[in-house]
């Protein structure tokens, strides 16, 4: 059974940093490419960033590109987003998700989702 | 980026009776391999977001065969033939031909 959870997230002042984690199993993570998907409050779904099997490449939203990087550790079955200069607009709850490698997004399973509250 | 647009964001429906929800894109989400990436997700209250259809009309696993997807080229419909007090939340599409992968905003189906 696929399972993902991720941690890290909480309370963060504007211009500060948060690094969250999302912990996988039950699939070869390096199989598949691993995404990160917010969700504002009171908003639609927003994808922010992917990274490929192999962690060799990596993709980010306009919203987001030079503040957040995107990593993964295929030792450990876990994937990692690097928050820095956090902004009111990235308060979300962040999901993690994935897609076989090589192939069109589709998201094929969710986390949970961490809560993200960028406030001073 | 393709927009992609639900109607209606909210659907009030009679337990039994039938559920439709249009999502329609603003470029054509036919790929180059004649394969159209449209997946429809679930998000019940409180929960994480669930596949239920993937490719315009594949049911993921275990996932009620009241549930169906249609469509083609920019004009997509997911239908619940019978909606059952399980399937309150929100649904929503999404698109993964073109880059960036991009979703609608979704549509909350109550019960009435």
């Known amino acids: 059974e696929v399972q993902l959870m991720e941690s890290g997230g909480g309370l963060v002042q504007p211009g500060g940093s948060l690094r969250l984690s999302c912990a996988a199993s039950?699939?070869?993570?390096?199989?598949?490419?691993m995404s990160w998907v917010r969700q504002a409050p009171g908003k639609g779904m927003e994808w922010v960033s992917a990274?490929?099997?192999?962690?060799?490449?990596?993709y980010y939203a306009d919203s987001v590109k030079g503040r957040f990087t995107i990593s993964r550790d295929n030792s450990k079955n876990t994937l990692y987003l690097q928050m820095d200069s956090l902004r009111a607009e990235d308060t979300a709850v962040y999901y993690c998700?994935?897609?076989?490698?090589?192939?069109?997004?589709?998201?094929?399973?969710w986390g949970q989702g961490t809560l993200v509250t960028v406030s001073s | 980026d393709v927009v992609m647009t639900q109607s209606p964001l909210s659907l009030p429906v009679t337990l039994g009776q039938p559920a439709s929800i249009s999502c329609r894109s603003s470029?054509?989400?036919?790929?180059?391999?004649?394969?159209?990436?449209l997946n429809w997700f679930q998000q019940r209250p409180g929960q994480s977001p669930r596949r239920l259809i993937y490719?315009?009309?594949n049911r993921d696993s275990g996932v009620p065969d009241r549930f169906s997807g249609s469509g083609s080229g920019t004009d997509f419909t997911l239908k619940i033939s019978r909606v059952e007090a399980e399937d309150v939340g929100v649904y929503f599409c999404?698109?993964?031909?073109?880059?960036?992968?991009?979703f609608g905003q979704g549509t909350k189906v109550e019960i009435k």
């Open positions: 998700s994935l897609w076989p490698e090589g192939y069109t997004p589709s998201f094929d399973y």
């Open positions: 039950g699939f070869t993570f390096s199989n598949y490419a």
């Open positions: 990274i490929s099997g192999s962690g060799g490449s990596t």
């Open positions: 470029q054509s989400l036919v790929y180059s391999d004649g394969n159209t990436y």
């Open positions: 490719k315009v009309s």
């Open positions: 999404m698109q993964g031909t073109h880059w960036p992968p991009t």
